[in-house]
């Protein structure tokens, strides 16, 4: 269905994406994760397969040469990709695919899925920003420094994106996100299709 859109979210590490994430795909079971390919390390808590596909360099190389990455970019320091397999069993399913991807992602996907809304979700301020990094404990003091140094870099890219959501509350964040899905659905042209066939039948049965 065409008001079925694609949801493309991104964020400055740290910033709450996956949780918000995680809130939405339990909310809302038309949609699914894409499930991102990286060479990054597992954290602790990560699942093969619901979080990331963890491979090797060598394997990534491999992939992105076989031509089997709809985007990839290098993002901190590691390599992450979209694999077209990932949005072909997504759409198998019948799921409305929701993706994480840094900007140089959304710059790419916003040639490859045009209809998709992207979202941009940022923390109130850098400074609660390093405080999430830290008390999440998941990232060595050198990542930390890595992730905030591009948050400001990633912060300044804010144009690409169609809604900006601040993380303060993570409810009304959650709230507001799945208002602006809601509200892209509704865009007239979207719903064309919808209007122009009642209009079609009617033209040949006119009531009354
Ligand atoms: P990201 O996926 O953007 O890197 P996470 O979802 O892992 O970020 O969130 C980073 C940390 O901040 C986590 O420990 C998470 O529990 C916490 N967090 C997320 N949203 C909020 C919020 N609104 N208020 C306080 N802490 C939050
Ligand atoms: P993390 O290591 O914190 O899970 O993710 C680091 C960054 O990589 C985040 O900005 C996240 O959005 C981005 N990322 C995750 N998967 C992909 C992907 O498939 N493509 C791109 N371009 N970025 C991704």
Redesign the pocket.
Known sequence: MKNNVPVVIS??????????IRRLLKEDSRLGFSVSTTTRRPRDGEVEGRDYYYISDDDFSKMREAGEFLEWAVVHGNCYGTAKKEVDRLAAAGKIPIFDVDIQGTKNLRNTIPDAVYIF?VPPSLQILEQ??K??KTDSEEQIRIRLGNALKELREYRLYDYLVV????EA?VVAIQSAIRAESHRLARMTDFIEKILEENNDHPIG
């Open positions: 964020a400055p590490s740290g910033a709450g994406k996956s949780t918000i979700i999430r990094l008390d999440r993380n303060d509350q993570i964040a």
